[in-house]
């Protein structure tokens, strides 16, 4: 696993799920799909478990893991680059992929294969810098993680644990023995999704809830619970059953 619990450990970004041993459960990197252990799905191809299933919908929902990545807007290649990795991927040869290119050369294609696996190289020693770089700054440096099926999260969403802490106490009141309740809704979403994560919180990780203990919990943190419920369910902080008899913290 990675050294942030809440974010998919490479082995699965590259089937493009993960699982919840403790929930039993696999859960799309790329949606809100989730598979239960013990249950049967219909396929193409007739009858899965979960873990089947889970590939399944991630080939078809989504064209399969490397198509998902490729796609994603922070894979930060260039789209020539992005091009030849498909086109590896799909077995093509070097005169294949050059023609592909508008005619180039193969050396030009070798060139871009090695650039590839020096940009791996390089994300290698990056990963490293960074895993150091957490151990050593104080928290206050450091950007708050949210879970990591979490929607719209990029550069416009990171926060420093005192930028964060800044936020709650604009926005939360600590109310004596009743917990925290908002005393406004923020327009920007930087600001829903920390207020949003805070609020996440109040779920034990692990434990099922109705949408009924839901709402318990919701209600004193803001009249229009429904919204934050809702809120919390777009965003993926919260997860839930299809007919919304159970809910979960991911």
């Not at 998919?8 to 089937?15: A, D, K, N, Y």
């Not at 490293?128 to 099926?149: E, N, S």
């Not at 106490?169 to 923020?186: C, K």
């Amino acid at each position: 696993m990675s050294e942030h619990p809440l974010q998919p450990s490479i082995e699965e970004l590259v089937q493009g799920y993960s699982h919840d041993a403790e929930k039993g459960q696999y859960r799309c990197l790329y949606c809100s799909a989730s598979f239960e252990d013990g249950l049967i799905y219909p396929i193409e191809e007739g009858n899965a478990l979960a873990e089947r299933a889970a590939a399944d919908h991630v080939a078809e929902s989504h064209g399969g893991a490397f198509a998902a990545l490729l796609a994603m807007e922070n894979a930060g290649l260039p789209d020539v680059q992005k091009k030849v990795l498909h086109l590896l991927y799909e077995g093509k040869s070097d005169s294949e992929i050059a023609e592909a290119l508008g005619g180039k050369s193969s050396s030009t294609v070798r060139n871009h294969r090695f650039a590839l696996r020096r940009r791996e190289a390089e994300s290698r020693s990056f990963l490293a810098l960074m895993r150091l770089l957490d151990r050593k700054q104080p928290d206050t440096q450091r950007f708050i993680q949210y879970p990591a099926g979490v929607a719209a999260q990029d550069e416009r969403a990171m926060v420093s644990e005192k930028e964060a802490e800044a936020m709650e106490a604009r926005y939360f009141r600590e109310l004596p023995g009743q917990g925290i309740t908002l005393t406004a809704w923020p327009k920007k979403q930087k600001d829903k999704l920390v207020l949003l994560r805070r609020i996440a919180g109040l779920f034990e990780e692990g434990r099922p809830y109705t949408e009924k203990e839901v709402n318990a919990i919701l209600a004193p943190v803001w009249a229009d619970h429904v919204t934050i419920r809702r809120y919390l369910i777009e965003y993926r902080f919260l997860d839930r059953k299809t007919d919304c008899s159970e809910y979960w913290r991911p």
